[in-house]
């Protein structure tokens, strides 16, 4: 390959690798917005899933790791549901306790688990799984047929929750139950639980995106490693419209524009480095700026 | 509040701690002593109450500032620019210039999210989020480019001039923020209770779209007006640190006190004197925490599993409260 090759290659793999965890978490809260909950307690819940990864994969493989992280992030939501749907508590700063109560606990039980001197690197990981033709496409292929599995479980989700979304008859449920509660309940569906299974389900996904992060890339936890994922993962839904392709596009996006840093630096350009790591949040906000009228939320999202 | 102390209780002996141990030491730590009440709850209560302040401002208007963190750090960038360059000023003067400087860095800072939904209609819970991200690289881009130490060795600035700094109690670690905090919440508790706009405040938050229709209240200058306050204060918040407390700036300036804010403020009901009150408990269990750790070995972060707790049983009882309300007026 030539050096534009690579770096262009490098780039779109690096892409692909960022928007992955965000996609996830993306898609589990477009699910739970639908039904007109919106959960800040994701980055918390990514949190939980990233520990319970790190616990399960060491005691059992990666894909313990995986399972275990998928029920960490629904018990959590869960527990929002108890609180958000069941108490009827306001949501927003419900979900804000979840992530603050989140932190508190992944940080005890890791030092709990591991002492001061941390986790280390044995951790068992997932390997790039190269889809066999595809990932021999120049360019193209190593970027995003050669990745890790959860982002083929993320690229597969999307078409699914789609059909599940506004092909079904559960679907129109949960729709119908976030554009109009009241309405909904109507016409025969019990919108406290449907509210609760879409806050279970968008749970499980906030935990499958943690585990990503430890298991697929960086190979271990560290303390609030999501480091704001899980906000961003919010803010894609709503720049992707609160449909899966939209989410899907806005997370690419934000990948990306994120990965340009890689690009910049193999250029060797004296631009100081901050500047790429404001770049996606800066980005994101204009985004949302320019989809100005086009973003209309679930009418009833957010109201107990 | 108890009931959080009963968990974390509960949870350290479950995980094999000496729960009485861990917290008398963080009692120690808290209140044990004058020094431990002053430089370490104080001091850490001072920008919790500030930050909160604001909250409980913009909240009330109903404008969700979940970016404090983020305007806390634009006031203590300029704090620390302004700071530097005030080296031979008196010193109440140059105090003065270093806080003014942050409570407009705070406002600049505010001032994006507030033009984007004014403008565009752009959600403040996300765009106030986001910005938070910003302002933690623009600390770390200030610390090892224009502000960074005369050495260019270390990633955080030189310490500001002497007659910048705020007047310390003699003997402790607190700073006349304390003052400033006091005073803050005083004023905004006569604003909220006392005057016109205080009620506007209120009926914004309380309903938007019937303060919108009664054609009196302009909504939107409401809300604008309200998230400005809030950057203000966040701001001021940031510089108040920065001259009181750390003198340079630094990455991690804040451990996350724009996200406690919110709980301090949500736990006294958005009630400016009842933030004072909140924001000393948190700034309490903050610094216990830290006794903890040294003296039972039990993570600083696990006060944060108490401090979630105290919210979720607060929102649980206002909404078996609200609940109740309901339930009177149908029946």
Do not use: C
Request: charged residues 10%.
């Amino acid at each position: 390959m030539t050096a534009p090759d690579v770096v262009l290659g490098g780039f779109l793999a690096a892409a692909v690798r960022v928007a992955t965890p965000l996609l996830l978490a993306a898609t589990g809260e477009t699910v739970t917005e639908r039904a007109g909950v919106i959960n800040l307690g994701l980055e918390g819940m990514m949190l939980a899933g990233a520990l319970a990864a790190t616990l399960g994969a060491s005691a059992a493989g990666p894909w313990t790791g995986l399972a275990v992280a998928v029920l960490a992030g629904m018990l959590l939501a869960a527990g929002f549901a108890a609180i958000a749907i069941g108490a009827r508590a306001d949501q927003i700063i419900a979900g804000t306790a979840l992530t603050l109560g989140a932190v508190g606990l992944t940080g005890t039980i890791y030092r709990q688990a591991y002492g001061t001197a941390g986790a280390g690197l044995a951790l068992p990981t997932l390997a790039p799984v190269p889809i066999p033709l595809l990932s021999r496409i120049p360019v193209l292929g190593p970027a995003l047929f050669a990745q890790p599995a959860p982002t083929y479980l993320a690229l597969a989700a999307l078409p699914i929750v789609w059909w599940v979304l506004f092909r079904t008859r559960p679907g129109l449920a949960l729709r119908a139950t976030g554009e109009g509660a009241a309405m909904a309940r109507a016409a025969g569906v019990r919108t406290g639980l449907v509210r609760t299974l879409a806050t279970i389900v968008g749970g499980g996904f906030a935990g499958l995106a943690g585990a990503t992060l430890v298991l697929a890339q960086v190979g271990t936890f560290a303390e609030k490693m999501t480091a704001g994922r899980g906000y961003v993962a919010i803010a894609i839904v709503v720049l992707g419209r609160w449909h899966p392709a939209g989410v899907a596009v806005a997370a690419l996006l934000f990948g990306a524009a994120t990965a340009l840093q890689y690009v910049f630096q193999s250029l060797g350009l004296s631009v100081p480095y901050q500047l790429f790591l404001m770049l996606p949040y800066v980005l994101t906000l204009l985004a949302l700026a320019g989809a100005v009228g086009r973003l209309r939320a679930p009418a009833d999202l957010g109201k107990t | 509040m108890l009931l959080g102390l009963l968990v974390l209780a509960g949870g350290l002996q479950l995980a094999g701690y000496d729960a009485p141990t861990a917290l008398g030491a963080l009692w120690q730590g808290a209140a044990g002593s004058w020094y431990a009440l002053t430089s370490a709850t104080l001091v850490r209560a001072v920008p919790l109450v500030i930050i909160g302040l604001g909250i409980a401002l913009a909240f009330r208007a109903g404008a969700l500032n979940i970016g404090a963190e983020g305007q806390f750090y634009a006031g203590a960038i300029a704090a620390a620019w302004v700071g530097l360059h005030v080296g031979g000023r008196p010193a109440g003067i140059a105090a003065t210039a270093v806080l003014l400087a942050a409570i407009l860095a705070g406002m600049a800072w505010v001032l994006v999210p507030v033009w984007l939904k004014l403008r565009f209609g752009v959600l403040e819970v996300i765009s106030t989020l986001l910005l938070n991200f910003v302002a933690e690289s623009l600390v770390s881009l200030m610390v090892q480019g224009p502000l960074q130490e005369a050495q260019h060795i270390y990633p955080q600035s030189d310490s500001i001039a002497a007659a910048a700094r705020l007047p310390l109690l003699p003997g402790t670690r607190l700073h006349a923020g304390l003052l400033l905090a006091l005073v803050a919440a005083a004023a905004l508790w006569y604003v909220f209770a006392r005057t016109l706009w205080g009620f506007r405040l209120h009926a914004v938050g309380a309903g938007a779209r019937a303060a919108e229709i009664s054609g009196r209240i302009d909504v939107r200058r409401v809300g604008a007006v309200a998230l400005l306050g809030s950057g203000a204060l966040a701001g001021l918040a940031g510089g108040v640190e920065l001259s009181g407390v750390s003198y340079a700036l630094f990455q991690n300036l804040s451990p996350g006190y724009g996200f406690t804010a919110i709980a301090v403020a949500l736990l006294a009901r958005l009630h400016p004197l009842g933030v004072v009150a909140t924001g000393i408990l948190f700034g309490a269990l903050e610094a216990g925490a830290g006794a903890m750790q040294r003296d039972a070995g039990v993570p600083a972060v696990a006060v944060y599993v108490v401090e979630a707790v105290v919210i979720v049983v607060v929102l649980l009882a206002e909404a078996s409260a609200r609940r109740a309300t309901a339930a009177r007026v149908t029946a």
